[in-house]
């Protein structure tokens, strides 16, 4: 089934029901990255918004199941009364923004596009059935909120600033811009579907903090520093693509601004969307690949920042800095967190697994997901193929040691693939 909405404010086009919900995603992309959400907070955001957008897609087709009774702490969500006529793709609409109503900030950005939107839903549409199909959406996306009141953000905000500390190994702010530690309660969060044992997936301790000649340490300190002074174009273009860092500020001379890109998480959303269109996946497998690669991505940073500030591992920059070259830097920025384990090879594993599930193991595509942002696109063969390019670029870009980054694709494999498992993909 296709329904008339805008595709902006010059033309109308006929949309399928899939495309309609990959609009409404790209709408909520732009707005997070205007907002300028911590990648943990923006994985927070798509995962609500996704599960209600699915929770009422999925009655568009007899038997698809629900996604949220797998999950810790909900309780089941409103259902559409029998013999009644509803539009689901209108219904997962108002689920998906009664949400994102609730966990963005910049809401009058979006309500030009939601008149719109609404608006040829309204004029195509029976009376009876827009608004019923309105108020189901509205119920479910309610519904997805409660949980969401009760998962521990509220109690995450207000905290004391984490500065890290001197002792050797230990993290501690970063140049350019000394920023304190981001989201160290986020290991607090209560996840979909890790347990309590699970959070720190048998992750090992990183190697001790040593910086004799003959230590494991100092030979990935050294071995860091010698291959960013040496790096091909293809590394550098590597590290550039997969930068997705919401905190880089760029200066020019006494002027600093920020140069906004998209968040970690919101580069593998739109990996997901790229593999739904590249398949005429329907509307509710397409909601249902956002929904699971959002739960893959949430869990994974939940996970991955509670062993962060576990371990509180010192970053390359520092060490280099004060041992090696004080005059070094990275080719990317350092993010304002503990370095081990790499969030980019955790989540991104996580969100590859579940969809190389969804979509199969050979699955070539390009990704564009980045491309109005950082003018960039690149080819894989596989979602595991750019997952692993992404966790390299960490290393290239000189922000991540290669212990990090393999563990963290270690650990983020296991949650994809718990998600895999208990959400029965």
């Known amino acids: 089934m296709a329904l008339f909405t805008a595709c902006n404010k010059k033309e109308e086009g006929r949309l399928s029901d899939a495309e309609i919900l990959h609009q409404n995603q790209d709408q909520l992309t732009e707005v997070i990255i205007y907002d300028v959400f911590t990648p943990p907070v923006a994985s927070r955001i798509y995962a609500y918004s996704s ?51 609730k966990v963005v900030f910049s809401i009058d950005s979006l309500k030009g596009y939601e008149a719109r939107v609404f608006g040829q839903f309204k004029k195509s549409l029976p009376k009876e059935t827009f608004e019923r199909s309105v108020a189901f959406g509205d119920s479910i996306g309610k519904g997805v909120l409660a949980i969401a009141a009760v998962d521990g953000y509220f109690k995450s905000r207000g905290k004391a600033k984490f500065l890290g500390n001197q002792n050797p190994g230990q993290w501690r702010p970063t140049p350019p ?48 520093y010698k291959l960013t002074k040496n790096l091909t174009q293809e590394q550098k273009d590597i590290a550039r693509y997969w930068d997705d860092n919401p ?25 997901a969307a790229i593999a739904s269109r590249q398949t005429n996946a329907d509307a509710v497998k397409t909601a249902k690949a956002y929904a699971a690669t959002a739960v893959a991505l949430y869990d994974a940073f939940i996970s991955c920042w509670n062993l962060k500030y576990k371990y509180n591992t010192v970053r390359p920059v520092t060490v280099i ?7 070094w830097m990275p080719m990317l920025q350092t993010p304002p967190f503990p370095e081990y384990p790499s969030g980019h090879s955790t989540i991104t594993r996580a969100a590859a697994e579940v969809l190389t599930k969804m979509f199969g193991e050979n699955f070539a595509f390009e990704d564009t997901s980045d491309l109005k942002y950082i003018g960039m696109k690149r080819n894989f063969k596989s979602f595991i193929e750019a997952a692993d390019e992404a966790s390299i670029s960490r290393v290239y870009g000189g922000i991540h040691y290669r212990f990090s980054v393999d563990e963290g694709a ?16």
């Not at 230590?215 to 300190?221: A, I, N, T």
């Not at 800095?321 to 005059?327: A, H, Q, R, Y």
């Open 177 to 224: 811009d000394y920023m304190d530690g981001v989201e160290w309660c986020w290991g607090t969060m209560k996840p979909f579907l890790l347990d309590s044992a699970s959070l720190s997936a048998n992750l090992p301790a990183p190697p001790k903090y040593d910086l004799d000649t003959n230590s494991v340490y100092y030979k990935e300190v050294t071995g860091l």
């Open 247 to 271: 905190f880089v500020m760029e200066h020019s001379g006494h002027m600093m601004f920020a140069n906004k890109k998209i968040t970690p998480g919101g580069h593998w959303m739109g990996i």
């Open 51 to 101: 599960l209600a957008s699915y929770e009422a897609m999925r009655f568009a087709k007899p038997g698809s199941p629900s996604i949220v009774l797998k999950l810790n702490g909900f309780k089941a969500l409103p259902e559409p009364e029998k013999d009644k006529n509803y539009n689901f793709t209108l219904a997962a609409t108002k689920a998906f923004f009664t949400v994102v109503h």
């Open 321 to 327: 800095n004060e041992k090696i070259d004080n005059n």
């Open 410 to 425: 270690e650990i983020g494999s296991k949650i994809g693939k718990t998600v895999v498992n208990k959400l029965d993909l």
